[in-house]
């Protein structure tokens, strides 16, 4: 964990939690965490083991330009990313087992922001754990946000989580890291942008910075 939203908000999840795998959704009290709700939401695990957002905060919708509730999980990442991000979402509800993912966040304008998702499992009214909670936390976070929505996420490294060790030393732990989607994704964007008028090529203007 390297934000300080993160790890804020996995201490609040942990006391939570107390000696239980997770804790229940009641236990959440959203005026314990004013200050990070804009940027947490929560997710229904579905029958198919898939996730949708039953509550998206008001910073994660303005990254994306739309309101979140009622869509995939999954479909906030760049399509080559659905996936895996669809199962790891899932497993940490099924297996109790958190995780935190870094992520390059990628504009349809061409632009790359890096940030941490923090993801916990929740039991819901039945008792049985059938949805998480999550935290997206954007380091320096740009002036563009709002103006320019993301494309999509990819993931970069993802790291699992052993609620009973001291979250101090969480930083330390291993991550498994993935390809990130970046350059691959920018040159696209780039290309797009250029349109061809009778022998000259058009470049559309705007910082991109």
Known sequence: ??????????????????DRPAPNRTDIEPA????????VFICDLTAGDGLDFRLAG???????????????FGSLWLEDGVRNAGRTGASVVTRATPAVLTLDCLSTGARVIKAEMLLLPLTGPSGQQDRLIGLLSVFDPPYWIGHDPLAGFSTTGIRFIDPSRDPVFLANRPEIELPAAADGFHARMTAAKQRKVA???????????
């Open 1 to 18: 964990m390297r934000h300080k939203n993160t790890l804020e908000f996995f201490d609040y999840w942990a006391s939570k939690r107390g």
């Open 32 to 39: 314990d965490i004013r200050r990070l709700l804009p940027h």
């Open 58 to 72: 008001t910073a994660l919708c303005a990254l994306f330009g739309q309101e979140l509730k009622g869509s995939s």
């Open 199 to 209: 022998h000259l090529v058009v470049l559309d203007g705007g910082r991109q910075d």
